[in-house]
């Protein structure tokens, strides 16, 4: 099993791009997640989730939408990328989302909006 | 508001030495805590959880209500424990973190 997959690994955008990051998972996992990770910031949650045909903003989600296209795979778009995008974005899944479910990661994606 | 306190942002030991980790949490109610670990070009990872009451990799982690702390403890530090520490508190599923700690351990 490949568990969480995300594409691409690396990007470069102009401000005013747009782009989509794609996640799939193969655990059959009910629950994704969308997080960015910036320094000294550890990881924020964007979007998730919590079952197929639902999706709910999480922490910080201004400047995103999200697509639960299926029970494997869940998008993240930026309509108009913005410098302060420059993230590492992390998809993950779980199970279901409980309190003590764990979740499982992505190898994530660095964006640079220039 | 819940939050999440990892007040070191790096931690450098000498092998064989302890490490102590710290995290504190605000949370109305009972926290369900974890730690993720990131090493090096690896994926984040769970390594313990409060509810779980295990060691993994030699740590250990106990959550003290009383002083809304969660760290995490390991006798004997490896330099393969060198890697980015979370600390994480759960909100029904949705995981709140804090700012990770880096733990460098030299030989």
């Known amino acids: 099993n490949a568990g969480v997959t995300q594409t691409p690994k690396f990007q470069v955008l102009k401000t005013g791009q747009s782009m989509t990051l794609q996640c799939a998972q193969d655990?059959?996992?009910?629950?994704m997640y969308w997080y960015r990770q910036d320094p000294g910031m550890g990881l924020r949650l964007i979007y998730y989730?919590?079952?197929?045909?639902?999706?709910d903003k999480g922490e910080v989600p201004n400047g995103y939408n999200v697509s639960r296209l299926n029970k494997r795979e869940f998008s993240l778009r930026l309509e108009s990328a913005a410098p302060s995008q420059t993230s590492v974005y992390f998809c993950?899944?779980?199970?279901?989302?409980?309190?003590?479910?764990?979740?499982?990661f992505g190898p994530g994606t660095r964006l640079l909006v220039l | 508001a819940q939050r999440v306190t990892q007040p070191e942002k790096l931690l450098s030991v000498f092998k064989g030495a302890p490490v102590e980790l710290k995290c504190n949490y605000s949370y109305s109610g009972s926290p369900e805590l974890f730690w993720y670990v990131q090493y090096s070009r690896q994926r984040l990872q769970l390594l313990l959880r409060h509810i779980s009451r295990e060691s993994i990799k030699g740590f250990t982690a106990d959550l003290n209500k009383g002083e809304t702390s969660f760290h995490l403890k390991k006798p004997f530090a490896q330099e393969e424990d060198s890697a980015m520490y979370y600390c994480?508190?759960?909100?029904?599923?949705?995981?709140?973190f804090g700012q990770g700690t880096e733990l460098s351990v030299k030989p």
């Open positions: 655990m059959n996992h009910n629950s």
């Open positions: 993950a899944s779980s199970e279901a989302m409980g309190f003590k479910e764990t979740q499982y």
């Open positions: 994480a508190l759960s909100q029904g599923g949705k995981l709140i």
């Open positions: 989730s919590a079952s197929e045909g639902t999706t």
